[in-house]
Each structure stands twice: as structure tokens, then as C-alpha cells.
């Protein structure tokens, strides 16, 4: 195991208020780097106590997760990665494993090489899915799991297959910016998906339009492999993990729809919260709320 303090210092950004009000600075954050599966994965850490791992969807990196740090590291051990490939990762080749099963191998190996025992895992979207997923795989990693929007199994309503299948005309303008090699564009139309607002990236935030474009490289390799691992019901019906499910008020239907189906396959006990006035990035939009949920939940496990 490798874990050494990186040579660079990233000024990290906190999203001040609601959703667009804008960012104001924090201290200085070490930005710290481990030997993760035979690439450096950078990460962030404060705080003491119980260890909760943030991990980040697509283009995005450890500042996603910069609103909610404050909040969690007053109690607890906040670490927040970012995934082979993102900012500020060195690419090692040209992408060919951006795929969700390395993503989930190298988010267990990342927690193996903490060293700190067990921990609470939060993710959402692309993050919230893998989180799903190395609770499946990996449950003696883990003591919660928190996911957000996560798509781990398709809507099984009509109305949610209708929603899945117009958020797929939006992200198939993404897929072939992508092809095309317009990454940066390809970024910019699936964020605007996600948010289901043709106009969501040019009203974020500076911080957020940045941390976008740091990332857009990953998306033709991101829509090049599988984004999903097979999973059924019953298998879900199976997680040995506390599970909290977590979604913004306003966001997308395919993502509430597929929530849903979710909770339905899950185990009775698995624990849901709607963030007041966010979309489906939550953790920006209403990071006060978002912690307090999160904290709500891991405090019982």
C-alpha cells in the first residue's frame, strides 16, 4: 500500500446557500494520493472518528462533495476520492479501464488501504451506483451505504419506462458528442440531461462549469464500456448493508421512477430522504440538507 501526501495544494470551493448563489473559499486542502490498483487515486480527508468515503458520478471528482465536508468533519473522518481518470488523476493509458467494474474494484481496494476498518460509503448517480455496487460485492468493506439517484435497475412502471426512455434521447445527444470527440460538449449535454434543463450548465455555478470541463475527457470512455453491472431484484433484496436512498425533490422522473423500483427490491428496513428544492445533484444544490440526512443515518450504524 501506497499513500503519501501529494506535491501539489488544490484551494478547494464551498458552495455557499442554495443551488447557484455561488462558492466562496475555504483553507487550503492537502490533496493526498494513494497507490490504488496499479494507478494513484487523489483524495481529501479531515476530521476524526468513524470513516465516511465519499465517491463522486461522472465528470465529477472529490470537489462534488465540498458543500457537505464542513458538516461531516465535525463529526466524523470525511475522505472523498476521485475515481482513475478524474481530476487531478494521472491517465495511465487512454482510458480503456473507465468502466464500473474497475471503478468498484478500485473503491474497495481504496477503503482496504485506509486501514480504518470498516466505513460508511456515500455516492450518487454514476457514484451512487458503484457505492450499490460494492455493497453487493464487498459488505464486510462497510457499515452503511448511502446512494444517491443511483439507476442500479431499471423503472418497472410504465411511467418510469416512459421517463427512462426520454432521458435516453437526451443522453444519446452526449454519446454522440462523444463519438464525435467533443468531450467537453458531450459533458455539457449530459449534464444539462441529468438536470433536465437544456440550459443547467450555463447557470451553474463557475465552480461547477469548472469542475465539468476538468472532467469531460472521461466521458468518451465512460459511454465506450458499460456503465452498469448486471443486477436483479432478488440480489438486492439480499444487501446485508443499512441502506439510505437519497434523492433531490426536483429531480429527473427516470431517476425517481428507478428509486422506486429500488426500494421496492431492497430490504424493508432501507431508509429514503428527499432533498427539499434540489435536483439531482443534491449535494450542491442543498448541502446543509444533504448532511443533515446523511448524518441522521449513519449516526444509527
Known sequence: MKRRLAAFVLFSVLLAGGYGI???????????????NGVDLAYVEEGRGETVVFVHGAFGDWRNWEGLRPAIAERYSFV???????YPNAWPDNGENNSAAQHVGDVAQFIRHLNVGKVHLVGSSFGGRLVGYVALKYPELLRSVVMGDPSIIAPASVEGKAALAEMGKDTAKSVEAAKA?????????????????????????????????????????????????????????????????????????NFRYGNETL???????????????APHMWYEANPDAGARAILAFISQH
Open 22 to 36: 455561488g462558492f466562496v473559499p475555504t483553507e487550503k486542502m492537502q490533496v493526498k494520493q494513494m497507490w490504488v
Open 80 to 86: 472523498a476520492l476521485s475515481l482513475r481518470y478524474h
Open 181 to 253: 470527440g467533443d468531450d467537453k460538449q458531450a459533458a455539457i449535454l449530459l449534464y444539462n440531461a441529468v438536470m433536465n434543463d437544456p440550459d443547467a450548465f450555463r447557470k451553474a455555478p463557475l465552480a461547477t462549469q469548472q469542475r465539468v470541463r476538468d472532467n469531460a475527457r472521461t466521458l468518451s470512455p465512460y459511454w465506450a464500456r458499460p456503465t452498469t453491472l448486471p443486477t436483479t431484484c432478488e440480489q438486492l433484496g439480499s444487501l446485508k448493508v443499512p441502506a439510505l436512498v437519497v434523492s433531490g425533490e426536483n429531480t429527473r422522473a
Open 263 to 277: 426500494l421496492g427490491c431492497l430490504p424493508n428496513n432501507t431508509a429514503t430522504v428527499v432533498i427539499p428544492g
